[in-house]
């Protein structure tokens, strides 16, 4: 295992690059390659390795990777249930086609030991080595059982064996020895923050998320505390549950991303990011654009909520959680800008048939926007993904910054937004 598969998965991000053609899986893994630079200048190398075996097992205890397979031809069941699969024990009276589908299925669950194993190992080799593989494998997903450790070096909260460092401990301990002025606002947001998710109803997961969110508060005191960042924490909380580690991703997530100017006070950023956003569904759904602007829809009344929660206000947990896996290794405004512009490029058709503004917002900021990915997440994320990157990149979005400097645009919406999440 571990490096042995090397040349073959080299070969797989070879014909990854020839079937998206030369220019376009350039253009494709731009986001990646980008953000990644500003997260490898700080990475050090894992000081503990994690062993192909530790990962094999790993992916075995997980239930979402050993889904019982058939067989391509007769597509009898290859294995009883997923328990057998995780061992490796075949159904009974198999018929011949079926034993070269395990041998396909063995082989595919190797290469991903072989992936995960030289991701966790070898992070910044392994993302420039095979950054369309990389990205292939975003798209479907972290494995559950590895995606604490995974994010943890995306946000740098971590290294393989998920251990930080003692700096971020002593100043997290030290910082949560004061209570911040917000913390009644902060105790009244994680009570109901993902109330249906056993996890966030229990005493000991509130008094961690309280903890981490009067420690951010006090770490920017200047900022303090935004109605928003429980929906950034939450995701990050459910997969660590560490909250010494969560403050930390937290706060590198800022740092990384450049997120202050979008929940200080001023909210400078947000209103740049309105803009950007405006003028790229201008172009890339310019028919429900176009009936936005007659029906003089404010996409600002929307968008506020959308970005500020991290689209967390209705997008269901398991659409959030498949989402960070993109967003922290190809960046948060890109990740929420396509986002964004996929829901509404899939909800064109039903939109333009409203003509009554209220009822456009009603959608936009409720769970319905969401119904016409019926629940498939893999389909939600592949529509993400499948997106042109090219007016998501930051050479384009430095563009349109520049024309928004020039313009210096007043925000009337922005003051009503302020008023709401700082009062």
Same mark, same amino acid.
């Given at each position: ?26 253009? *494709?893994?731009? /986001?990646?390659?980008?953000?990644? &630079? ?8 894992? +000081?503990?390795? $994690? !062993? ?38 075949? *159904?009974?009276? /198999?018929?011949?086609?079926?034993? &070269? ?8 669950? +190797?290469?991903? $030991? !072989? ?309």
């Amino acid at each position: 295992m571990g490096l042995s598969s090397l040349p073959e998965l080299l070969q797989l991000e070879k014909s990854l690059e020839e079937a998206h053609g030369l220019v376009s899986s350039t253009e *494709q893994t731009s /986001l990646l390659l980008s953000h990644f &630079e500003l997260i490898s200048s700080q990475v050090s190398s894992p +000081s503990c390795e $994690v !062993s192909a075996d530790e990962i094999e097992k790993l992916l075995q205890s997980d239930g979402d990777f050993n889904l019982a397979q058939c067989c391509n031809k007769c597509h009898q069941k290859l294995f009883y249930n997923d328990e057998c699969a995780s061992k490796g024990e075949l *159904q009974a009276d /198999l018929q011949p086609c079926c034993y &070269e589908s395990v041998e396909r299925y063995k082989h595919a669950v +190797s290469l991903d $030991v !072989s992936f995960w194993w030289f991701l966790l190992n070898s992070f910044p080799c392994c993302v420039m080595t095979l950054p369309n593989y990389t990205r292939l494998m975003l798209t479907h997903g972290i494995p559950p059982a590895l995606r604490s450790r995974i994010w943890g070096l995306f946000t740098l909260a971590g290294n393989a064996q998920g251990t930080t460092d003692n700096y971020m401990e002593n100043l997290y301990h030290s910082l949560n020895k004061d209570v911040s002025p917000d913390i009644s606002i902060i105790v009244k947001d994680v009570n109901r923050t993902f109330p249906e998710i056993s996890m966030f109803a229990e005493y000991s997961t509130k008094t961690k998320f309280e903890n981490i969110l009067n420690a951010y508060s006090i770490f920017d005191s200047e900022m303090g505390y935004c109605q928003g960042l429980q929906f950034i924490v939450a995701p990050l909380l459910f997969h660590f549950k560490d909250d010494l580690k969560t403050f930390n991703a937290l706060v590198k997530i800022f740092e990384l991303n450049k997120l202050r100017p979008i929940y200080d006070h001023e909210m400078s950023g947000l209103h740049l990011w309105f803009f950007q956003f405006d003028k790229i569904f201008e172009t890339e759904v310019p028919e429900l654009y176009a009936h936005f602007k007659e029906l003089n829809i404010d996409i600002q009344m929307f968008l506020a909520q959308w970005f500020l929660s991290f689209f967390s206000i209705t997008i269901p947990f398991s659409f959030l959680i498949r989402m960070f896996d993109v967003l922290l290794l190809e960046g948060v405004k890109s990740t929420l800008f396509r986002v964004g512009i996929t829901v509404l490029s899939k909800n064109t058709d039903l939109l333009k048939t409203i003509q009554d503004s209220e009822l456009i917002y009603q959608h936009l900021l409720s769970e319905n926007c969401w119904g016409i990915f019926q629940q498939d997440v893999d389909l939600f994320i592949d529509s993400v993904m499948s997106l042109p990157v090219n007016h998501y990149s930051s050479e384009h979005l430095s563009t349109l910054e520049d024309v928004f400097s020039k313009k210096g645009i007043e925000d009337p919406i922005l003051e009503r937004v302020k008023m709401r999440l700082y009062g």
